[in-house]
Structure formats: structure tokens, C-alpha cells
């Protein structure tokens, strides 16, 4: 069996805790680039050993071809359930396309284990529908983002989560490209944009930032921050990911528009493209956020704003995976439209729960600064860690309301943290909080005392 980093053996026994412990359905959340893929597959393996049928269900059929890949260079044997590949129903673990699995429950052996890919999408109908016909089977899913659009939680799907190391744990662990995170300003308001099921109406999105100055600026921005860069581009519309293309190609920047309606065959050769430095721009709507794993992209340009934190978790890291060929690789982040004042930065702390979030009356600004030379997007700091830029400090009266607001900021992080340790249920989530507060380990064991929780229940 393949070696499993600490973090990801936590996470395997934590679900394992929950199963012992009654919980048929519950959910790791770990960041993009945390080796999810791997930890499904070592968990396939051993409910294969134990005589369990498992089905691990994705959305998208780049994530069928993809988890494949990482299953077979693992040495996990498995069938495939999707359009396209002849079913092999003898093989005790399938990975199944979600819209395939859904027509063909009479075909297939019944699982005893579900896994589902990027589960925050567990509430759409097909996955309920699929998790309803099985309603016996142990369900386990993983996700960088366990929030629907609009910040509606997972509760009425899973009974726990999981958590994993945070994005600063793993970047600092080597698990994880740095980032350099820009955010030119940008002379559009999107304030007045509906918002429909929790985001922008992207046709309005599109009429806003599909013109031909706009997507100069981003051209000239690349050229400048991320020259010669392996880029994905999101765009806010079909048309607007073509137009783009079609621009830096005239700019004498190769580069490639793929949606859901291209040829799986000219997909793949972008892609294959894109991986081999032919093609330096591959411009999309969100046909490449979630899942996609391309270690030596080396920058990612945000031409559509978003209300949603998930995607925008899932776009803005997807080029911070490690490129074993280039170890000293930094990400590069271009933010046009200022995703960042709405979400922050991407190794933000975020308290994630199966809760429904509540909007936030804090701006995010308190934790934030622009650089207004090279438009570097930093915590506070005297000096722009990007260009060197020495702020200006000045002096003016602070208006009384700052204790109160800033005394506010505190006891809403000191509730978050007594909430997240009250929502804690097994030994493995006590000792990732204590690992991440810095906490000895009596506090892990005082906490398994009071909530009754067996502290010998993880063993390493």
C-alpha cells in the first residue's frame, strides 16, 4: 500500500471514528492541492480488502480521467461507469460519473461504500437521488469547500466534518505552492449586479467585462505579473472566454477557449497542450475549477467576479499545487475584478461548519491592504512584501466606534473558536485544533473528558 502523509492518515482515521462511533455520513474537508484524490483511494483499497463494493461518484468527466490516473498509478485496481467506457461490474471499486451511476443502478452491485468527489455539491438532485437508493451505505465526502452558493451549509447531507490542515499549514509544510496575489483596480462597479441563487447573474457579468479595453488591461497585466505563464482564465461567459482568447492570441500569446460543448477530443488536446507549454492561456467559464490538477500551471487571472467563496477558493488556488520539477515555483494570482475584497485571501482562515452562514456585517478590510504601485495584495505591513513600497502612515483621529467595532471582530472570533471546539466529536478533530492553536496535549485530553469522547479511540 502506498505511503500517506500524517495529515491525510488523521483524516482516514477520523472518518473511521465517526463510523465506529454510529455516523454513517460524514465529510473531510481538506485544501485544493491536499491530495484528496489520494485519500479516496486509500480508502477504496481497504473497504475492498474488508469484501466492500465502493462507489466513488464525481461530476465531471475531466474528473473521471483524472481520478483514474491517480487510482491506477497507485496501484488500485477499478472500473469506470461513464459515458464512453464499457462497464466492468466485476471490480469492487467503480468510479462512476454522477449522471451515468444515476441510470444505471440496476446494472451494478451495490455499494456498502459511497465516497463523493467535491462534496459540496451533494445537494443537487442527482446525488440526492443516488444516496437515497442506497440508503444503508457508509458515505464519505471530501471537499476544499463545504458550503453550497450562497453559503447555505451541508447539514441535511452529512452529520460531521472532518477538518484537515489549514492553506498556511500546507504551504508552510511544503504541500503547497506560495502565492503572489495581485488585484489591479478596476473602473467597475458591480454593486448594482442581481444576484440570483446566491451570485452574479453572469449575463450581466458578461456585458460588463467582455470589452475589448478590459481584456487589454488583463493582457497587459499578465505580460507584466505572470510573463510566459502557464495561465487558466475565467471568464464570465462563453463568449467572453472566446473573445479572450481571441485577444491574447492576437497578441502573439498562444492560447485556447474549451466549454462543456467542445469535443472531448479537442478538450483533451488542450489540455494535453496546456500541460506541455504549447498553449500559454487556457480561457474557460468554470469548466477548470474544481479538481483539475495541472502542477505546472503557474498562474490563474479572475475575469469574473463571484459572490460564491467556493468557487472562488476553488479558482483563485488552482495554480498553488507543487511542481516537483519546479520546486521554487510561486504562484501567481491576477484578481481583475476584486474577488479578494469580497472573500479575502485564499489561505484565509475560514470556521467552516454544516451550518448555514449568516451574511457578515465586518468588512473585510480589516485584514487586508493593496498595494497602490504594484497592486499586491498582502495582510498589513509597514512595507509592501511585492515591490518594497513604505506606506505612509498618517495621523488622524480614530472615531470612538473603533474600540467597539474592533472589540466586536475579537468576540466573534473568540465565539468561533468555542463553537468549532463544540462541534468537535472525535479524538482526530480535538488533536487537528490543538495542533493548529498550538494547545499541548492534556487540553486534548481534558476536552475527551468533558465530552465523553474515549481518547485512545485514535491510534497512529
Known amino acids: 500500500m502506498f505511503q500517506l502523509r500524517e495529515y491525510q492518515e488523521l483524516l482516514i482515521d477520523g472518518a473511521r471514528i465517526e463510523f465506529q462511533n454510529g455516523n454513517h455520513r460524514t465529510c473531510i474537508v481538506a485544501p485544493c492541492g491536499a491530495g484528496k484524490t489520494v485519500i479516496m483511494a486509500w480508502m477504496s483499497a481497504q473497504a475492498k480488502l474488508k469484501g466492500n463494493n465502493v462507489l466513488f461518484a464525481v461530476h465531471r468527466q475531466e474528473l473521471i480521467d483524472q481520478s483514474s490516473e491517480t487510482f491506477q498509478a497507485l496501484g488500485v485496481s477499478h472500473g469506470i ?13 467503480q468510479i462512476a460519473s454522477i449522471q451515468s451511476v444515476i441510470r444505471r443502478t440496476n446494472k ?36 476544499a469547500t463545504p458550503a453550497r452558493m450562497g453559503g447555505q451549509g451541508l447539514g441535511d447531507i452529512f452529520k460531521s466534518l472532518i477538518m484537515g490542515p489549514s492553506v498556511k499549514e500546507l504551504i508552510s509544510w511544503g504541500n503547497l505552492s506560495p502565492y503572489r496575489y495581485y488585484s489591479p483596480p478596476v473602473a467597475i462597479d458591480f454593486s448594482d449586479l442581481q444576484v440570483k441563487y446566491g451570485d452574479y447573474v453572469q449575463s450581466e457579468v458578461a456585458l460588463c467585462m467582455d470589452k475589448s479595453e478590459i481584456i487589454g488591461d488583463l493582457i497587459a497585466q499578465y505580460k507584466k505579473l505572470a510573463p510566459g505563464a502557464r495561465a487558466v482564465c475565467y471568464c464570465a461567459s462563453v463568449a467572453h472566454s472566446q473573445h479572450t482568447a481571441d485577444m491574447f492570441r492576437l497578441a502573439g500569446i498562444p492560447a485556447l477557449h474549451i466549454d462543456g460543448d467542445t469535443k472531448d477530443i479537442v478538450r483533451r488536446a488542450a ?10 492561456i ?12 495541472c502542477p505546472n500551471m503557474e498562474a490563474v487571472i479572475l475575469a469574473r467576479p463571484t459572490q460564491s467563496l467556493s468557487l472562488y477558493i476553488q479558482q483563485s488556488m488552482r495554480a498553488m499545487r507543487i511542481d516537483k520539477n519546479n520546486p521554487d515555483k510561486v504562484a501567481v494570482i491576477i484578481d481583475h475584478v476584486g ?43 509597514p512595507i509592501c ?9 498618517t495621523e488622524k483621529a480614530e472615531p470612538e466606534e473603533k474600540a467597539g ?56
Open 81 to 93: 461507469i461513464a459515458a464512453g467506457y464499457p462497464m466492468n461490474v466485476s471490480e469492487k471499486i
Open 385 to 393: 512584501p511585492g515591490c518594497g513600497h513604505v506606506y505612509q502612515v
Open 339 to 381: 474577488n479578494v475584497y469580497r472573500h479575502g485571501l485564499p489561505d484565509e482562515d475560514r470556521g467552516w461548519s454544516l451550518e448555514s452562514k449568516k451574511k457578515k456585517t465586518v468588512s473585510r478590510e480589516v485584514s487586508m491592504k493593496i498595494c497602490p504601485k504594484c497592486y499586491y495584495a498582502h495582510t498589513p505591513a
Open 282 to 293: 487556457l480561457c474557460n467559464v468554470d469548466l477548470i475549477s474544481e479538481g483539475y490538477d
Open 271 to 280: 489540455t494535453a497542450d496546456f500541460k506541455a507549454g504549447k498553449i500559454k
Open 108 to 143: 451494478i452491485n451495490a455499494p456498502q461504500v459511497i465516497i463523493l468527489d467535491e462534496a459540496h455539491h451533494a445537494t443537487a438532485g442527482t446525488w440526492r437521488k443516488l444516496l437515497a437508493f442506497y440508503p444503508e451505505a457508509y458515505v464519505i465526502g471530501l471537499t
Open 405 to 460: 467595532e474592533l472589540t466586536e471582530i475579537l468576540e466573534i472570533q473568540k465565539k468561533e473558536k468555542r463553537m468549532e471546539v463544540g462541534r468537535a466529536r472525535n479524538v482526530v478533530t480535538l488533536k487537528q485544533i490543538a495542533m493548529q492553536r498550538g494547545y499541548s496535549p492534556l487540553w486534548v485530553k481534558k476536552q475527551c473528558e468533558i465530552k465523553n469522547i474515549p481518547f485512545g479511540g485514535m491510534q497512529s
